[in-house]
């Protein structure tokens, strides 16, 4: 099947990111929540929009950042809430009616899901088969992050990764590999510009909030450590974006649902042939 017209799944290349989909973690006071309003009201002067900035808030950060936005003259509109529900509504909601999107933290949105989960069956542990459900929820709110025509910084909680090694000896030791973002596995690389922030202090005893590039698919920063980043620290990336141009995400339009279908009709013929067998013996 074409989605062209011309009897191919391709068409011409083009920039077709207009929107910011950032992504930032960080342990607590690392200054997520600091650097996403920044990010905010730089993309908002830039625009020079007058639709209003949504944050959908789990920690009571955006109290925080009420005077900045009232100085600012940009309004902003908060909902606190953990529920995984209303995760989604208010990405839709934002999408149609905002410039942009703050959600801090998706750290607990995702505990919160598994949560539900656990609640509505029942149980007290997660067994392998239950993830599958939960991922798959999980998965409309990585498609809104992806294909929604809005601006969207998400914030969620560090934590280590570990993996287990041998010593000299051939001990079995488990040991710190990395830091990932406290949510769905694969959610923290969804982002066209993911940012690592770390709180550290500086030789007056001063506190720095460290910016790490751990990833940008512009690849204009990617690597970078920047101490007290700005929102011109971030234009590298932004300038790379079609900015008020079309936007276009993933299709998820087109399935492969028919290749299952050859599969069903040689599960029925087999069925058939079975009763039909069955038949003959009786």
């Known amino acids: 099947m074409s989605t062209n017209g011309k ?8 920039n077709q990111s207009a929107f910011l989909k950032v992504s930032i973690m960080g342990f607590a006071g690392s200054g997520k ?12 002067n830039r625009l020079k929009s007058k639709k209003p900035v949504f944050f959908i808030d789990t920690e009571k950060g955006s109290d925080f950042l009420v005077k900045r936005f009232q100085e600012a003259k940009v309004p902003l509109e908060v909902s606190k809430t953990r529920a995984f529900s209303d995760l989604l509504e208010g ?22 899901l598994i ?12 067994a392998f088969h239950h993830w599958g459900p939960i991922k798959e929820e999980w998965n409309d709110f990585t498609t809104l992050f992806v294909n929604s025509p809005i601006h969207i910084f998400a914030c969620g909680r560090a934590g280590y990764e570990y993996e287990m090694e041998k010593d000299d000896e051939g001990v079995k030791e488990i040991s710190k590999s990395g830091v990932k973002m406290l949510a769905e596995g694969q959610f923290g690389y969804e982002a066209d510009l993911a940012i690592q922030m770390e709180a550290t ?26 101490d007290n980043p700005t929102f011109e620290t971030f234009l590298p990336h932004i300038n790379v974006l079609n900015i008020g141009g079309n936007h276009q995400g993933v299709n998820l339009e087109r399935t492969s649902e028919e290749r299952f279908e050859k ?3 040689q599960a029925s013929k087999s069925l058939k042939r079975e009763i039909l067998l069955e038949k003959i013996d009786s």
């Open 7 to 14: 009897g191919s799944i391709f068409s011409k290349a083009e």
């Open 33 to 44: 929540t600091f650097t996403s309003g920044l990010i905010a009201l730089g993309m908002v």
């Open 91 to 112: 990405t839709k909601y934002a999408a149609q009616h905002g410039s942009i999107l703050i959600v801090d933290s998706v750290s607990h949105f995702w505990k919160e």
């Open 115 to 126: 949560s539900s989960f656990m609640k509505k069956k029942q149980i007290s542990r997660m």
């Open 201 to 226: 202090r500086n030789l007056h005893g001063g506190s720095i909030h460290r910016a790490i590039i751990w990833k940008d698919r512009a690849d204009v920063m990617d690597g970078q450590v920047i």
């Open 263 to 265: 599969v069903d009709d």
